[in-house]
């Protein structure tokens, strides 16, 4: 009985619109993880999207949050959306979903990361107690206190020189460190003039560019003025991409964000998340969607285009297009 209830809750939601997250510790709190996808938002009427967004969970509990948007995206404000994310101590690899119910009110459903769904409140983070606090600092105090009054009593029993003594001895020491400092700071200029001479006869002897030459690389810096990636898709690519190393760390930002990627023929355009992390960046969600709808081929070579700080133009090469040129 217990299943027919969970699979009739789950036929009934169904007809209504939903969308869902997948919770990563490196970015719970950024602005991608709030945005809202664009095809859930554009099915929202203006009547609904009047209200102010409430989520509840199962047990009762609910959070107001404002909804507010950027050139790109709907996205939740901060100040709910941490609230909520606090309160149920979500963390990485966890999935929420979120089942419009009309006027902006969400029922959400948590699962965990060993994918059983949750269903009584969780306790959330805490944090140090106040007088536990207070008590570590009292400590680290009494402690600079004594070592302030062992390093007196070192000075004064001739343990430890005082500053102006230090000080005295340096000036006396200064004029024979001098002497020295002049005399490699000399030999150091004559090595860097020789080898300085060295490298203008090299460079002196090296033949000229000729103007065919000079014309190939300027076209190469013509082509190469919009940053760009190739890339030969495999079995694995199809279901989401990795970013080439160089390339990341080159013109991909730190934190993770959603891309818009366009068709070279203006065929469609696909929101895909950029998911960064320190072994590898790459694109995640909207990705499977944008290799079905393109279409993108196992053995197709893939190159994108980073005409805006957010949005990229794929051009492909079909695998079979190749084989045909080499017959």
Not at 124 to 144: A, D, G, V
Request: charged share 30%; aromatic share 10%; glycine share 6%.
């Amino acid at each position: 009985m217990g299943w027919n209830r969970g699979f009739g809750r789950v036929k009934d939601e169904r007809k209504n619109l939903s969308f869902f997250k997948i919770f990563q510790s490196a970015d719970l709190f950024s602005e991608s993880m709030r945005a809202m996808p664009y095809n859930f938002m554009k099915n929202i009427s203006k009547e609904d999207f009047s209200y102010k967004m409430v989520i509840r969970a199962q047990w009762g509990s609910s959070w107001e949050v404002d909804i507010s948007m950027n050139p790109r995206f709907y996205y939740m404000e901060k100040s709910g959306w941490n609230q909520f994310v606090t309160d149920n101590a979500l963390g990485e690899n966890e999935f929420v979903t979120f089942t419009h119910k009309g006027l902006m009110r969400f029922n959400v459903n948590i699962y965990g990361k060993n994918g059983k769904e949750i269903v009584t409140p969780r306790k959330p983070h805490t944090t140090t107690p106040f007088s536990k606090l207070l008590r570590l600092i009292l400590h680290e105090t009494n402690e600079i206190v004594m070592k302030n009054q062992l390093v007196t009593l070192m000075i004064q029993t001739g343990g430890i020189k005082k500053e102006e003594d230090v000080k005295k001895e340096d000036e006396s020491m200064g004029v024979g460190v001098e002497i020295e400092v002049q005399k490699k700071k000399r030999a150091v200029e004559v090595g860097e003039s020789s080898r300085g001479a060295a490298l203008k006869k090299k460079k002196a002897e090296k033949p000229k560019p000729s103007n065919k030459k000079k014309k190939k690389m300027k076209r190469k810096k013509v082509k190469n003025g919009v940053p760009e990636f190739e890339i030969t898709i495999t079995n694995s690519y199809l279901k989401f991409l990795a970013i080439p190393k160089k390339f990341e760390e080159a013109y991909i930002p730190d934190e993770s964000k959603v891309y818009m990627i366009h068709h070279s023929e203006g065929k469609g355009s696909w929101e895909v998340f950029c998911l960064v992390r320190q072994t590898r960046t790459i694109f995640s969600s909207g990705w499977c969607r944008l290799a079905r709808e393109y279409p993108l081929s196992v053995g197709d070579r893939c190159t994108f285009h980073l005409v805006k700080p957010d949005e990229f133009v794929l051009t492909t090469k079909k695998a079979r297009e190749e084989i045909t040129v080499i017959e």
